[in-house]
T-cell receptor, first 113, second 116 residues
């Protein structure tokens, strides 16, 4: 079974802190994604990566950066957390061999106070 | 531009009722994929189904069925004889083209509450 894991299920950080959200997949997938989920807004794409060290901005990249140094790991970075970044963050991965089937991690619920 | 609309924000039903979740999509591509995901209270998104734009056959899986109609750009999801365990947020999503890195475009979700 494909497994996508996220480093924390719940996280509480203070305004201005640098926050790292980690995502690891164990199926050698080329593509990885970070989404943000907010009530009434659905899931919105923040960034995605189609290869190591490659990244593309999604729909709402402002305030975020990403890092993909190894194929299995995709990190989302909040350089200076703000209260409007309080949200659920979902990571996903997808193979180039089985297109259009994304596998999601359990999510990290981040609260910025 | 691509878009997915789930007009029903919340639906409440009593166990054993049938319920249909609506999904309308917009795309200019001729090749695209449609999905339904379930998100139970635990938070993890669970993949339910994928259909490509060339396959308009309806699909049934147990109590779940999907009606894909290109003429109305709809991909509706019906749960027959609903159960309390069906309570979740359901997302419809669209993916265009057949290329690496293609992300999913999600609707805003429909929260289904099934009471006993």
């Amino acid at each position: 079974d494909v497994k996508v894991t996220q480093s924390s299920r719940y996280l509480v950080k203070r305004t201005g802190e640098k926050v790292f959200l980690e995502c690891v997949q164990d199926m050698d997938h080329e593509n990885m994604f970070w989404y943000r989920q907010d009530p009434g807004l659905g899931l919105r794409l923040i960034y995605f990566s189609y290869d190591v060290k490659m990244k593309e901005k999604g729909d709402i990249p402002e305030g975020y950066s990403v890092s993909r140094e190894k194929k299995e790991r995709f990190s989302l970075i909040l350089e200076s957390a703000s209260t409007n970044q309080t949200s659920m963050y979902l990571c996903a991965s997808r193979s180039d061999r089985v297109l259009h089937e994304q596998y999601f991690g359990p999510g990290t619920r981040l609260t910025v106070t | 531009a691509q878009k997915v609309t789930q007009a029903q924000t919340e639906i409440s039903v009593v166990e054993k009722e049938d319920v249909t979740l609506d999904c309308v999509y917009e795309t200019r591509d001729t090749t695209y994929y449609l999905f339904w995901y379930k998100q139970p209270p635990s938070g993890e998104l669970v993949f339910l189904i994928r259909r490509n734009s060339f396959d308009e056959q309806n699909e049934i899986s147990g109590r779940y069925s999907w009606n894909f109609q290109k003429s109305t750009s709809s991909f509706n999801f019906t749960i027959t004889a609903s159960q309390v365990v069906d309570s979740a947020v359901y997302f419809c999503a669209l993916s265009e083209e057949d290329q690496a890195g293609t992300a999913l475009i999600f609707g805003k979700g429909t929260t289904l509450s099934v009471s006993s």
